[in-house]
């Protein structure tokens, strides 16, 4: 199959269309979007306008960054405030409340916070009976008579370390 002059001549201009086409769609999809950075220019300057653009992003990034520093910063003072008042200063100690009961079902439970204020909670077992109480602590201390196993509870979470925090 053979080919004549006339129908690579055609073959060539079909090509040659196809491709200006190609090109006339390049350039008007250009041509917009110069003339929408064009539209930002009030001078028709396109550096200029870029300038200003990327100046505008520039300090909006600055504010957003300055602005999210302070929120950040606030959020972790109340994280810290927060931190301060849990509970997590833990104390537990077993142990047999009574003579004829073993295996040391019974406790006392400590929890305090970094002010050591907090609860004891007191379970004491027995064949026929379960007692709990709750005892508060304010400063590590209270008013009410401890019994040896609450206040070596109390010790031992008194004794846990508190966190030096950064301001000294």
Known sequence: MTLDNNTLLFI????????IIICFILNAVNSSKINTIMDYSDEGDIISALKDYYDKVDDLSKTVN???????MSRLSNCENDSNIS???????????????????SFSLAL?????DGIIITSLYGHNSCNTYVR???????PIKLLEEEKAALNEAKSKLKRIDNNG
Do not use: H, P, Q, R
């Open 66 to 72: 300055s602005a999210s520093d302070a929120v950040l």
């Open 12 to 19: 060539a201009l079909a090509i040659m269309m196809i491709l």
């Open 112 to 116: 305090l916070n970094n002010n050591n």
């Open 87 to 105: 509970l997590k200063k833990i104390g537990i100690i077993n142990f047999d409340a009574f003579d004829d009961v073993k295996g040391k079902l």
């Open 136 to 142: 508060e602590i304010i400063g590590g201390e209270t």
